[in-house]
């Protein structure tokens, strides 16, 4: 039986915390679950306006939850952010590692400004955090680390973006390497992959086109922030406790099927 407070007594890392618009995004849905389970949050965000609405919402609801405004892409950032969780809340047990931005073109279109930016937001930024985030959870007797990955990472999506998609594969080839590198030290390192969820990220999108990736997943319904949040919970939770190395697809079954397959349903 699951308790009240999955996450109580933990602390946790959430980059990329802030939302952009009224709509949630990952991070600050996953930033509100954290808090609701138990966990003392450290919000981090390049923009501090955006991380400071998600602490409003929480300690709104009597959570505890603090702001870093960080850089993610620069390295001494990101020590900073790690160091700044531990003497603000004595350890960190969980890091949810979500920051990302678009990265458009075929490979015959590619920018190299854009190529760098692409991998360096959602690659490097993952792998400079857990650089310094590690050590802290091996102290604090182990911890949970999770990647924000994309469906894209897995299989080709609607948009040509290379430079994203190329990202996003990276960090599921880190998740599998990490998980074997330090599993022994007690971390947990797994991924989430999320589909054609309906969150600011997706940008501006047509009601066409969103009727039309909420009809080519087999569920036929239409993803959220939400959704990925809440296996963010469950894989920062105890009761994850032997989960390690997976890619976690949330996406409705999207990727069980070809596009034959669901045919019928874009018809």
């Known amino acids: 039986m699951m308790s009240d407070k999955r996450?109580?007594?933990?602390?946790?890392?959430?980059?990329?915390?802030?939302?952009?618009g009224p709509m949630l995004g990952t991070g600050q849905a996953t930033a509100l679950l954290f808090a609701r389970q138990g966990a003392n949050v450290l919000l981090v965000d390049l923009d501090l306006a955006r991380a400071q609405e998600t602490q409003a919402a929480i300690t709104a609801e009597g959570g505890q939850a603090t702001v870093f405004q960080a850089d993610v892409t620069q390295e001494a950032s990101c020590r900073a952010l790690v160091d700044a969780c531990v003497e603000r809340y004595g350890a960190l047990h969980i890091l949810f590692n979500n920051v990302g931005v678009a990265g458009p073109g075929k490979v015959t279109e590619v920018e190299e400004a854009v190529w760098n930016r692409a991998l360096d937001a959602n690659l490097k930024s993952a792998v400079l955090v857990s650089k310094y985030a590690v050590p802290k959870m091996v102290a604090?007797?182990?911890?949970?680390?999770i990647h924000v990955s994309s469906i894209d990472g897995l299989r080709a999506g609607m948009a040509n973006n290379i430079p994203y998609s190329v990202a996003k594969g990276g960090l599921i080839t880190l998740t599998k390497a990490m998980a074997v590198h330090h599993g022994r030290e007690g971390i947990r390192v797994n991924c989430i992959a999320p589909g054609h969820l309906y969150a600011p990220f997706a940008g501006d999108i047509s009601e066409e086109t969103r009727e039309l990736r909420r009809k080519a997943g087999p569920l036929g319904t239409e993803g959220t922030a939400w959704d990925v949040a809440?296996?963010?919970?469950?894989?920062?939770s105890d009761e994850a406790r032997w989960i390690s190395g997976v890619v976690l697809p949330i996406d409705a079954g999207l990727l069980a099927a070809t596009p034959l397959a669901v045919l019928d349903n874009l018809r």
């Open 230 to 236: 809440w296996a963010a919970v469950f894989l920062a």
């Open 7 to 20: 996450l109580q007594g933990k602390t946790a890392i959430v980059t990329g915390a802030g939302t952009r």
């Open 140 to 145: 604090a007797g182990g911890g949970s680390i």
